[in-house]
């Protein structure tokens, strides 16, 4: 590659196998060669020279030239050139000379992320319906192993989110369920997290947001809970009641007495 440089300051890029002249103006003109054969990665100093220059000609050279990105922070990036893998990239801005080369960056998020499975309908143990909407926090600790063997992560957790859920799920009545939603949030977690563990990542959480009835099941529940407000109700009526003849009882011992 040559570097054309007019009074220190860089003017053009020239391809290789490039030929041609230059009028000879007042201030010098100096042609750089690099070699790019081997090592085709940019220094930081130039990279950043022709990724912020404001000239139009250079700009549009530049950008025919070099392949850039930048990996923000809590991110790693993976370089392929040419379909072979070519290193880890940290945080930071990169550029390469992509004459006779191909690139491919695939970037991973290093943060905790959320994720939601949504309107999942999953039969209990007493054969009734439900629809759960489940969320989960989970992180990458591993970038290097999960490149090398999962196709995607994201897909692969939300798989293995609704089988479990699928399965703890399966094993409980609707009562069951109902009556403690930490234990499903528990078990799921348990399952998974055993799996996803191996290939570089951690759950931290999961949660389940709704459990939804279908409209028939909520019009009986309706009335189940009804009835035992009614009876508990009654319990306490009767309970006063109870309190109010022995109180006038005891009154009437009293009297008795006197």
């Known amino acids: 590659v040559g570097l054309v440089y007019q009074n220190q300051v860089i003017k053009d890029i ?57 990996i923000p922070e809590g991110h790693t990036g993976f370089l392929e050139v040419d379909g072979q893998n ?5 945080q930071g801005v990169y550029a390469w000379w992509s004459f006779n080369r191909r690139f491919a960056i695939k970037q991973m998020d290093l943060r905790l992320q959320n994720m939601e499975i949504n309107g999942q309908e999953i039969l209990t143990k007493d054969r009734v319906s439900l629809r759960i909407n489940l969320s989960a926090t989970w992180q990458i600790t591993d970038a290097i ?68 009835l279908p409209g028939e099941m ?8 009804e009835a035992q407000k009614k009876a508990e109700a009654n319990l306490i009526k009767r309970r006063e009641e109870t309190q109010a003849t022995r109180s006038l009882h005891n009154t009437a011992k009293v009297m008795e007495g006197n």
């Open 86 to 90: 070519h290193g880890v990239l940290t």
């Open 14 to 70: 020239l391809p290789p196998s490039r030929q041609g002249a230059y009028w000879k103006p007042n201030k010098p003109i100096d042609i750089q060669l690099t070699d790019i054969s081997a090592e085709f990665a940019l220094p930081a100093n130039l990279a950043r020279v022709l990724l912020s220059t404001r000239d139009p000609i250079l700009l549009k050279t530049a950008s025919n030239a070099i392949t850039s990105t930048q």
């Open 145 to 212: 192993l999960i490149k090398a063997a999962l196709a995607d992560p994201h897909e692969f957790l939300y798989r293995e989110l609704q089988l479990a859920l699928r399965t703890v799920v399966s094993t409980q009545t609707l009562d069951e369920l109902l009556a403690d939603k930490n234990w499903l949030n528990q078990h799921v977690q348990e399952l998974v997290a055993s799996k996803v563990t191996e290939y570089g990542i951690a759950l931290k959480s999961v949660g389940a947001r709704d459990i939804i």
């Open 218 to 225: 909520k019009a009986i529940l309706t009335e189940v809970v």
